[in-house]
């Protein structure tokens, strides 16, 4: 995928930033943080993980499905792939 390569490290920064979120959370579960505090922390990851898929999902649009050198049949075949990993991600 061009557009992973091409933005590589701004997408390794934030995966790097939900790691951190991650690691924040076990800590917080380990000392015991109270419902909200935890709640709250999911809640952030979860945004930022959105955050990341919107940002790979729209390069793969833009690079690959609005590219005029797909064929129709191979353009059908990769709206399918996308609408099939939103529909698993949206679950």
Known sequence: MPHTRKDKKKLLTRIRRIKGQTEALEKALEAGTECSGILQQIAAIRGAVSGLMIEVLEGHIRDHLVSGDLD????????????????SYTR
């Open 72 to 87: 129709e049949e191979q353009r059908n075949k990769d709206v399918e792939q996308v609408v099939s990993v939103l529909r």
